[in-house]
């Protein structure tokens, strides 16, 4: 069964004010429960012709997605499973998201799972055409029983990057900060290939990577600036680098030193 919440948008400018459905629909695909005990919901994000929200990692451009599951239930933990997303280019320069539409499953796992689970969601957005907005979307479900396998939650499960290895990445201080540069052993990908670096510390920002390929070896480029302003100890075990191109991705988790 599904089951839908009704989402509300703020917009920064009233003057661009349009309704909620003109822009987004959004809700929670039910699921099902895994055979671990935890269940498999989805946020479900259908939005106007053209329009695009943001990965996890949206890029310079981009404004990454907040969530703040206060107030859910019998809740102990979620893991969001991202599916593969398109690198967008809007008025010169790069972002990283979905465009029309987004379904995100996420696992959702109980205190006690012999008892339902009651999510209350709400989630800080941007959305974008020609112009961008900030969104303010809640959600609420109730997810309980065995439920059923959804296809659309199954289609964003099989989206989801491919898992790699063979990352290797040296860190040089900065003035402000540290300089990451990664080798990655992979096959070309496609004619541009897009390469984003994450840590664990979302507050750390990270600048736009630069990278050049050398046969089956692709080499990129970052710098890490933390609020402090000053080079900072990396967990290299929690670094993510995402390799997008045009309708794959591939992600490296861990970076060691060479």
Partial sequence: MMRYALALLCFANPAFAQSQDDIVQAGILSGWQMANGHHMAALDLRLAPDWKTYWRAPGEAGVP????WTGSSNLKSVQFHWPSPQVIALNGMKSIGYLNELVLPVEVVAQDPTRPVT???KMDLGICHDICMPAHLTFAAVLQGGG?????????????????HGATCV??????GLRLQAQLTLPQLGPEETVVFETDDRDVWVAEAQSARQ?????ATTDLVP??????????SAVTVTVLAKG???EFRGCPAP
Avoid: T
């Fill in 248 to 250: 794959e991705a591939v």
């Fill in 119 to 121: 999510l209350a969601l």
């Fill in 65 to 68: 997605p907040v969530f703040d």
């Fill in 171 to 176: 860190v040089a201080p900065l003035s402000d």
């Fill in 215 to 219: 046969g089956g070896v692709l080499s």
């Fill in 148 to 164: 059923a396998q959804d296809r659309r939650i199954a289609a964003a499960l099989a989206h989801m990057p491919r898992k790699a």
């Fill in 227 to 236: 609020p402090s302003g000053a080079p900072f100890s990396l967990d290299r």
